[in-house]
């Protein structure tokens, strides 16, 4: 059973930094595609950074030169730094592992004051 555990959430002020991450578990880590994606209220669930089984990475254009997202395979982890946060980066955060089907994590909360 595949499973995706989010932690790192939190509130910090605008201009700060926050590392996520995400535990994954009942699969083959090493061998996925993994991804964050976040979903702000009033808004659709965005693409927030991708990374390959290989190490290639992509991400969203609203979070270019500020989120880098990496993993550790042997801890089968997929962690996101944020810096530089803005308030319109306030959102639920997802982790999502992409195989035959999508597997989702239940979100993290990361809220950002100005």
């Known amino acids: 059973q595949v499973q995706l555990v989010e932690s790192g959430g939190g509130l910090v002020q605008a201009g700060g930094s926050l590392r996520l991450s995400c535990a994954v578990s009942?699969?083959?880590?090493?061998?996925?595609?993994m991804g964050w994606y976040r979903q702000a209220p009033g808004k659709q669930r965005e693409l927030v950074a991708t990374?390959?089984?290989?190490?290639?990475?992509n991400y969203g254009d609203s979070v270019k030169g500020r989120f880098t997202i990496s993993r550790d395979n042997a801890k089968s982890t997929v962690y996101l730094q944020m810096n530089s946060l803005k308030p319109e980066d306030t959102a639920v955060y997802y982790c999502?592992?992409?195989?035959?089907?999508?597997?989702w994590g239940q979100g993290t909360q990361v809220t950002v004051s100005s």
């Open positions: 999502n592992l992409n195989s035959y089907v999508a597997y």
């Open positions: 009942g699969t083959i880590f090493s061998r996925n595609t």
């Open positions: 990374i390959t089984s290989g190490g290639i990475t």
